[in-house]
């Protein structure tokens, strides 16, 4: 999985971009000065691959991961390349989900780039961007099909969809809250509108607001947060990152203090999980214990394809035990002398957190 970090300069993003992947890139108080993207990966915390891991003591540990992409701020008219826009643009085109930091915080030595604190204002800001970046490209298509010498039914069903996404575009909806079918979502798949991309939205508060729970225009967001289904986190980005530095035996401790009973990135991950559709599976030995993430209603078959080819190929069965039933017996002996392992065909449903041994023959 792969998220892009966006929002105007000074928000807070390369902040939430060391706090999820434990890099130490350094924060500008001028948002001119930065004009490359970060890359880094984010490691998911997981309490069944840590048990996993002190039951199994394996050569290597593998929790699942995100590539985690801090893009340089937008400004209006990103989408017409000013700014650093043609490079945002860029950079976000092959993400699976965009994260909308907005600046809730009030912090005299580094001004709001607009002047003033409104989230509902930078919202409206960036999507404005990814709507007429999007708009761009589909004016382009559409036009190339309409003066094209010859025209395919395919290019006629391209043509109906791509009109409907722009007319919702000019009503000031993004592609990703428009309701397509999956037959229409399929027309748009070369494209990777940025407008189709799923987005998350991290209110960056500070601590007294994190308290409180009160901050500019909080009834707001909830509110729009609801209309159109976009997941909203409120994180104290710096003091979490103060907190990750710290000896593991005192993050919790000051994680309580704020009233946190779970970190950011527990909680931004989860949330990527859920709002994209996604679980793990989990694998086992004496090697290595690992987390794989595959979409949800993902078959046996396919989801042995994504620990080796051959396997999908060659696939005779999966053995799978519910994590939960490990946990609580002790070891895969005990859950075999219960019953409690199944063994289950190429179209059995993978269920989240599934322990699966893929037998195969190539």
């Not at 105007?8 to 890099?23: D, I, R």
């Amino acid at each position: 999985m792969k998220i892009g970090i966006v929002g105007l300069p000074s928000v807070g993003k390369t902040t939430l971009f060391n706090l999820l992947t434990g890099s130490d890139v350094a924060v500008s108080e001028f948002s001119v000065a930065k004009i490359d993207a970060n890359i880094g990966i984010c490691k998911i915390p997981d309490s069944r691959i840590d048990f996993l891991s002190k039951l199994y003591k394996p050569k290597k540990t593998t929790y699942a991961t995100i590539e985690t992409i801090d893009v340089p701020g937008l400004v209006s008219g990103s989408s017409t390349g000013k700014g650093v826009g043609n490079q945002f643009l860029d950079t976000i085109r092959k993400v699976d989900a965009l994260v909308h930091v907005l600046r809730v915080f009030e912090d005299d030595n580094v001004p709001h780039v607009d002047g003033s604190i409104d989230p509902m204002r930078d919202i409206e800001t960036v999507n404005m961007e990814l709507l007429f970046a999007d708009l761009g490209v589909i004016d382009n298509r559409i036009k190339r099909i309409e003066t094209a010498k010859k025209v395919t039914k395919e290019n006629l069903s391209e043509l109906e969809v791509l009109k409907k996404c722009k007319a919702g575009l000019e009503q000031g909806l993004l592609i990703h809250n428009l309701e397509l079918d999956d037959e229409e979502k399929r027309h748009l798949k070369t494209f990777e509108f940025l407008s189709e991309k799923p987005i998350i939205l991290v209110a960056n508060l500070d601590e007294q607001q994190l308290i409180t729970k009160d901050y500019p225009s909080r009834d707001s967001l909830m509110e729009y947060s609801r209309k159109v289904n976009t997941p909203l986190i409120e994180l104290c980005v710096k003091s979490e990152l103060e907190i990750a530095q710290l000896d593991p035996e005192d993050r919790q401790a000051f994680l309580e203090d704020l009233g946190i009973s779970e970190s950011g990135i527990d909680r931004l991950a989860k949330t990527a999980y859920e709002h994209l559709g996604l679980i793990s599976f989990l694998t086992t030995g004496q090697d290595e214990v690992k987390a794989w993430t595959i979409k949800r209603n993902t078959t046996a078959k396919k989801a042995a394809g994504k620990v080796h080819s051959d396997i999908e190929r060659g696939f005779i069965r999966a053995e799978v035990c519910k994590f939960d039933d490990l946990k609580e017996l002790g070891s895969m002996g005990k859950v075999k002398e219960m019953g409690l392992l199944s063994v289950e065909g190429k179209d059995y449903i993978v269920q989240d957190g599934d322990i699966i041994s893929f037998r195969f023959n190539v």
